[in-house]
């Protein structure tokens, strides 16, 4: 069996970003592997560590600056990786037409990717991608076990939690919960040099954005800069309450 995974790069949760001009200015801003996208990754390492999986071949999709993921994934473990190097943004609808065709090419039996993007903040990739390849999907996976060609395990579901049973191929959303991602150890970031990272031009995938980019705003809020009399903590408390509700608006 052969897996494909996807890697997004995006700011640290707790980086600081600004806006300049109409573009959001990372540079300078700490940029990681998408959360969820690093649980398809580690994902896949146990399902191989768990034998069956021939091959785990890693892609982005990005500028040149998407290689540091694409080096992070392969000191974790996978085997290779493809970089489809562009400056263009790609919605999610028309990067699983890169997704399918690199899925195609490659051979997988399996697709895994995060169950939401948190540079796009949607869940519609991995259906885009099954749509297009024409594969059964799994959302919200938080157990996966490969028995043969046959692939078992639970994802959650609007009432809650269920089992499921499906023939590969398949397309698989990871989330939190489903494990806990490994770091990579430095002879594995030292035989990481080393392993394959393919480039391949956008242009012979014959994709255009469908979303146009128009520009950004990050949404700011004035300091209240109010200083609460601390010497009766019961009033003080009760200040503090009524400030959060009524004037910062965060608690109804």
């Keep these: 069996m052969k897996i494909l995974t996807l890697v997004r790069q995006v700011p640290d ?8 001009g109409d573009r959001v200015d990372l540079d300078g801003t700490t940029l990681v592997i998408d959360g969820m996208d690093e649980y398809g990754v580690e994902e896949a390492l146990r399902l191989r560590e768990a034998g069956g999986v021939e091959e785990i071949v890693a892609l982005a999709v990005g500028p040149k600056k998407v290689e540091d993921a694409l080096r992070t994934a392969l000191a974790m473990g996978v ?3 493809i970089h489809i190097e562009t400056d263009e943004r790609f919605d999610a ?18 697709i895994l990717l995060g169950g939401q993007e948190a540079d796009w903040d949607s869940q519609a990739l991995g259906a885009a991608s099954a749509e297009r390849l024409g594969w059964p999907q799994l959302t919200w996976t938080n157990e996966l ?3 043969g060609d046959t692939l078992t395990g639970r994802h959650d579901v609007d009432d809650g939690n269920e089992g499921f049973k499906v023939a590969l191929p398949a397309v698989v959303t990871a989330q939190q919960g489903l494990n806990e991602p490994r770091y990579p150890t430095l002879p594995n970031i030292m035989k990481a040099k080393k392993k394959e990272l393919r480039k391949d031009d956008v242009g012979s995938f014959g994709v255009q954005p469908a979303v146009e980019y128009l520009g950004a705003e990050i949404q700011t809020r004035a300091r209240l800069n109010k200083m609460i009399d601390g010497k009766d903590p019961q009033a003080a408390a009760e200040q503090l309450l009524d400030l959060l509700r009524n004037e910062a608006k965060v608690l109804a």
């Design 93 to 110: 609808v028309s990067l699983s037409k890169i997704v399918a065709q690199i899925a195609g090419s490659e051979g997988s039996d399996l």
């Design 145 to 147: 076990k490969v028995e």
């Design 13 to 20: 949760a707790e980086a600081r970003v600004k806006v300049s």
């Design 79 to 81: 085997d290779r990786a």
